[in-house]
């Protein structure tokens, strides 16, 4: 079989569609590692390590191959909000997310065994929720869209109709940030046709 070039190491398919959106061949190959902050770790760091462990896993199995990892947090009150476990903590993160500024950060890594390549990024969004309603999060809780989001909404889902104001990427809150990724490729040589997003 022949080795990709490119591997997403990632089983979010909004992160395939985003990665799509440059143009440049890939393959998809989720790492399906444990996410777990280390105690007192900061949440910058703590999504840089994830991404770096995603993609180091599949970079051993395929040396010869770019790997690049993501992780995405939603940050609170200095709190890292991951996917929520179930309904109930999926509504208690929009309680706590209701009329507040949070911060999404994605951290990215890009790997290659064979060339002892290594670049680490990670990209920071400010998003401002309107006041929430409860009937507002039972309703949106229900389309069942929070369980699988850091923080437990989907910006490019139901919950845009939460967000009053956006800071920097979007599509950073999405998954991807799609130009520093474009640009983590390009720095290790990768042709990017598009260079999309912002």
Same mark, same amino acid.
């Given at each position: 079989m022949t080795t990709p070039q490119l591997i997403l190491a990632s089983a979010s398919p909004r992160r395939r569609q985003l990665?799509? /959106?440059?143009?440049?061949? %890939?393959?998809?190959?989720p790492a399906n590692l $444990?996410?777990? /902050?280390?105690? &007192? $770790?900061?949440?910058?760091?703590? *999504?840089?390590r994830m991404a770096e462990s995603k993609a180091a896993h599949l970079a051993q199995q395929y040396p010869d191959a %770019?790997?690049?990892g993501? =992780?995405? +947090? +939603?940050?609170? =009150? &200095?709190?890292?909000? #991951?996917?929520?476990? =179930?309904? /109930?903590e999926a509504r208690q993160m929009l309680r706590r997310l209701s009329g507040r500024q949070h911060t999404v950060i994605t #951290?990215?890594?890009?790997?290659h065994q064979r060339q002892q390549l290594k670049r680490l990024d990670a990209v920071s969004t400010l998003v401002r929720f309107r006041p929430l309603l409860p009937v507002d999060i039972e309703t949106y809780v229900a389309t069942g869209e929070p369980l699988d989001k850091a923080g437990a909404y989907?910006? /490019? #889902? #139901? *919950? *845009?109709? %939460? +967000?009053?104001s956006l800071d920097g990427c979007y599509t950073n809150v999405v998954g991807l940030p799609l130009r520093r990724t474009a640009a983590l490729l390009?720095?290790?040589g990768l042709y990017v046709p598009y260079d999309t997003g912002a």
């Open positions: 990665l799509a /959106q440059l143009a440049l061949p %890939f393959t998809v190959m $444990e996410e777990r /902050q280390l105690a &007192n $770790e900061p949440p910058l760091p703590y *999504a840089v %770019f790997v690049l993501a =992780d995405t +947090v +939603v940050v609170l =009150d &200095n709190d890292t909000l #991951g996917k929520p476990a =179930d309904t /109930q #951290g990215l890594a890009l790997l989907a910006i /490019q #889902g #139901g *919950a *845009a109709a %939460f +967000v009053v390009r720095s290790a």
